[in-house]
């Protein structure tokens, strides 16, 4: 286990994020992966949520930035976009995010989703702040 998923564990994960079922694979500043399964976070017509995507994409993009933030900062999202490309009706999607720009006061990602098969379903970018911690 990296430094980063024992720091990652430690801190654990949101309540939103353990009821859509959400397990993190990896996570460093440069890459974070996640899967999260579609049953149980479906719309009405037994597709996945477009929000789930969006939960996914926001929690992989925040771990990143936390990350790079380093001990001593907590991060804020302060913008998020998602596209939806492909339904996805069964299994799990997998997201990977991967930095655009890892700034002193800044940081955002690139998340892309895929279906089982590997075809991309969502493409999103979040934008995180970085600030001091206070307590």
């Avoid at 998340?111 to 934008?127: F, L, V, Y």
Wanted: hydrophobic share 40%; net charge neutral.
């Amino acid at each position: 286990m990296t430094d980063y998923m024992k720091l990652l564990q430690e801190r654990g994960l949101g309540a939103l994020d353990k009821k859509m079922g959400i397990e993190i694979l990896e996570a460093t500043p440069e890459r974070i992966v996640g899967t999260m399964p579609v049953e149980g976070n479906t719309q009405a017509f037994g597709r996945l949520h477009g929000g789930a995507n969006c939960v996914l994409a926001e929690l992989l993009g925040s771990i990143g930035a936390w990350l790079h933030a380093g001990p001593g900062r907590l991060t804020v999202g302060v913008d998020i976009n998602v596209t939806h490309h492909k339904a996805a009706i069964s299994g799990k999607i997998t997201g990977v995010a991967t930095p655009v720009s890892l700034g002193r006061t800044l940081a955002t990602y690139d998340i892309a989703i895929t279906n089982e098969k590997g075809q991309r379903s969502c493409t999103a970018r979040i934008t995180s702040l970085i600030l001091e911690e206070t307590n």
